[in-house]
DNA sequence: CGGAGACTGTTATAGAGCATTACAATCTGC
DNA sequence: GCAGATTGTAATGCTCTATAACAGTCTCCG
């Protein structure tokens, strides 16, 4: 039905592995070390969760937040992702090729668009949500409960 | 003395902003965003931290490792970061062409290479952890020792 | 001991992802 | 009503990393 510009290529990511025998030095006492190998292995997880979807972090991101705030511009998309406009721009192309967002005008500001889920937007989105807050649990099911809102607290403070 | 490459290109990373009229949905209960958001955070911290110095986290382990590691292989290095040994050779030949490390032949195995720092390269790892070190302490003030300890924890326990 | 298979570093190639810059249309405020 | 900011867009380029192929070397087992 839609063309799929890109023939879906899974990017095999690589997880960090403890070797034992190695001294790791100070990076066990960098907050920043220990984030980003735990931020890989929840990558992993995402990926194989949202597998067959062609689906990275930023999309996932770009299609929750068009979904909550129906009409979001490209700027405001650029924003909450860390991304510069042309990226942004680039990611609503992406999903408007695939049938899952439109561009609408927007009639209090002829510069620029909104963006909109179509209905097989709505469903993909709420597919893939389903999958992804699942792996999200399994994956975080090492820790209970109390531990788990305590990691999302702290990680909050961390990010102001 | 040592010809660099690259004119050293500070990579410009933009932040991820919250903005508070926006509908976050699944995003705020799924710890893979609250990951993403404080590491990009500290990445910023940790570029600001060692600007000048054309250091990357990638290239920051690295040497960090072979500084604790001396003769360490390149594709153990690739493990540990999480990349593919041809990904560390040109890590490697990075930190080589800057007079950091240098590749001596292993007498027990002759198809491989250990790195080892040079007395420059000890010299900027030394200066370059300083600097790491205090910016992540930084950063990590507004937790107090408990909080730290406890989310260095909580994340190690999630990197399994 | 000799060959199969695993492993090392290496090279070349390709692609994703993103920034930067420049531009035109439009909005806002003095 | 004009200067300056903002929006989407387009073109270009760079960095990081994977993939695949290759030669040299090691290991291990028949």
Not at 68 to 77: D, E, F, H, R, T
Not at 79 to 107: F, H
Not at 118 to 139: L, N, Y
Request: glycine share 8%.
């Amino acid at each position: 039905m839609t063309k799929l510009p890109s023939p879906y290529r899974p990017r095999a990511l690589a997880p960090i592995r403890r070797v034992p025998e190695l001294d790791y030095d100070v990076l066990d006492e960098l907050l920043g070390y220990a984030l980003r190998r735990a931020q890989v292995g929840m990558f992993l997880a995402f990926h194989a969760a949202t597998r067959g979807m062609d689906i990275t972090p930023p999309r996932f991101t770009a299609l929750v937040m068009v979904g909550a705030n129906p009409g979001i511009g490209q700027s405001v998309l650029g924003k909450v992702l860390g991304i510069a406009r042309s990226g942004a721009m680039l990611l609503t192309d992406w999903m408007e090729e695939r049938g899952l967002v439109e561009r609408r005008r927007r009639p209090e500001d002829a510069r620029s668009w909104g963006v909109h889920l179509t209905p097989r937007g709505e469903r993909f989105v709420a597919a893939m949500k389903r999958r992804v807050v699942a792996e999200d649990r399994k994956r975080a099911a090492v820790l209970d409960a109390r531990e788990r809102r305590e990691l999302l607290r702290l990680l909050n403070k961390l990010a102001r």
